[in-house]
C-alpha cells in the first residue's frame, strides 16, 4: 500500500511553546490530507482535513488558532500544536488519500506529544 | 451524516479459533467500507477493503463480508493467532474525493493462549 510517514514520532515540550508535525506522503501526492487527535482506548477523532493549496477545513470544536495546518505541496502537510499546554499531551495521527478507482486511506505511524 | 456502530467493543477468543466484528452505517451514500488494525502506540494500518460493488472480500485469513441492503458489513478472522490482538477500526466512506471517511469506535481483539 501506500506510504505515509509522520516526523517526530514522540515529541515533549514545554508548556507555552509550538510544536510541528509533519505528514509525507512518500510515493504518492495527496491532495487531501487528514489530520485526527486519539486519546487512549478510544477511536480516531477527526480534526481537520488539509487540503493543498487552500486552507484546512476544521471539525466543530476545533480551535484553528491553536492547531494550525498547513498543506503547502501535494506531499507534505503540518499541523503545529501552538501555546501547548499538558492538556494537547495526546496521540496525533495524519492520513492521507489516494484515488486508487475510489478514495483510499492510508494513516502515517502518529506522533506522541507531551507536553510538561 | 454518516454513522457507524461498531460491535464488540471488546472481544476475546482462543487463539486458533475464528473472530467476527460487525459494523453498521447509516448513510446508504456510502460504498467504501475499509477495515483498520492499530497495535499499540501505533497508526491505523489499512487491512483490508470492500467497495460496494461486491458482497466478499477475502484476503488469506482474513475475509470482509458487506449487506448494503442491510447496510452492514463484517470482518472475519480465521485461525487466530497472537498477532492479531489489536484494536480494529471499521469505516465508511463514499469514494468522492475529499470526503471524509467515519470510524466505528474500534474493537479491541484479544487472542487468548
Known amino acids: 500500500g501506500a506510504v505515509v510517514s509522520q516526523h517526530p514520532s514522540r515529541v515533549i515540550c514545554k508548556s507555552g511553546t509550538s510544536v510541528k508535525i509533519e505528514c509525507r506522503s512518500l510515493d504518492f501526492q495527496a491532495t487531501t490530507m487528514f489530520w485526527y487527535r486519539q486519546f487512549p482506548k478510544q477511536s480516531l477523532m477527526l480534526m481537520a482535513t488539509s487540503n493543498e493549496g487552500s486552507k484546512a477545513t476544521y471539525e466543530q470544536g476545533v480551535e484553528k488558532d491553536k492547531f494550525l495546518i498547513n498543506h503547502a505541496s501535494l506531499t507534505l502537510s503540518t499541523l503545529t500544536v501552538t501555546s501547548a499546554h499538558p492538556e494537547d499531551s495526546s496521540f496525533y495521527i495524519c492520513?492521507?488519500?489516494?484515488?486508487?478507482?475510489?478514495?483510499?486511506?492510508?494513516f502515517g505511524e502518529g506522533s506522541w506529544l507531551t507536553v510538561v | 451524516g454518516e454513522n457507524v456502530e461498531q460491535h464488540p467493543s471488546t472481544l476475546s477468543v482462543q487463539e486458533g479459533d475464528s473472530a467476527v466484528i460487525k459494523c453498521t452505517y447509516s448513510?446508504?451514500?456510502?460504498?467504501?467500507f475499509p477495515w483498520y488494525k492499530q497495535e499499540l502506540g501505533k497508526g491505523p494500518q489499512l487491512i483490508i477493503d470492500?467497495?460496494?460493488?461486491?458482497g466478499e472480500k477475502k484476503d488469506q485469513r482474513i475475509a470482509v463480508t458487506l449487506n448494503k441492503t442491510a447496510k452492514h458489513f463484517s470482518l472475519h478472522i480465521t485461525e487466530t493467532q497472537p498477532e492479531d490482538s489489536a484494536v480494529y477500526f471499521c469505516a465508511a466512506s463514499t469514494m468522492n474525493r475529499d470526503d471524509k471517511i467515519i470510524f466505528g469506535k474500534g474493537t479491541r481483539l484479544h487472542i487468548l493462549p
Open positions: 448513510d446508504s451514500a456510502s460504498n467504501y
Open positions: 492520513s492521507a488519500s489516494i484515488w486508487q478507482g475510489g478514495n483510499t486511506i492510508y
Open positions: 470492500i467497495r460496494s460493488n461486491v
